[in-house]
C-alpha cells in the first residue's frame, strides 16, 4: 500500500489544518487539527479534532500514519501537548490511541445551543 500525507489548509485565515492520506491517487484518510492556548500551560496546545480512516484502509497504518504527522506538526509548532476524544464504544480507534497516547480519565460534556 503506498500512503502519502500532505498539509492542506481550508484557508489563510482559518486555524483548521488537515493532513490527508492518498492510496492510488484517492484520499483515504483525513486529520483535521488546531492549536489553541492553554490556562495551564505556557505554550499552546493542539487539538486533533477529527480522524477519519475509509473502512477499507482500517488496520493498515493509516490512522497511525495520521495521527503521527499530526505529533510531529505540533512538536514542530512548539506544542506542549495533543489530545483528541472519541466515544467509549470506539474499541478498534482506542486500542490505536492506548498506543500513541495516554488516557487520563476524562470525560467530555457538551451542551449545544
Do not use: P
Request: aromatic share 12%; charged share 25%.
Amino acid at each position: 500500500m503506498t500512503k502519502q500525507t500532505w498539509e492542506r489548509f481550508f484557508d489563510k485565515a482559518e486555524t483548521v489544518r488537515a493532513f490527508v492520506a492518498e492510496l492510488d491517487g484517492r484520499v483515504v484518510g483525513i486529520a483535521h487539527f488546531l492549536f489553541h492556548c492553554s490556562t495551564s500551560r505556557f505554550s499552546d496546545v493542539c487539538y486533533l479534532q477529527d480522524l477519519f480512516t475509509e473502512e477499507i484502509c482500517r488496520g493498515r497504518g493509516v490512522g497511525r500514519a495520521l495521527i503521527q504527522r499530526v505529533l510531529d506538526a505540533a512538536q514542530e509548532a512548539g506544542s506542549s501537548r495533543v489530545y483528541w476524544t472519541t466515544q467509549t464504544s470506539n474499541v478498534a480507534g482506542r486500542a490505536l490511541y492506548d498506543k500513541m497516547a495516554e488516557h487520563h480519565g476524562f470525560i467530555v460534556y457538551s451542551h449545544e445551543l
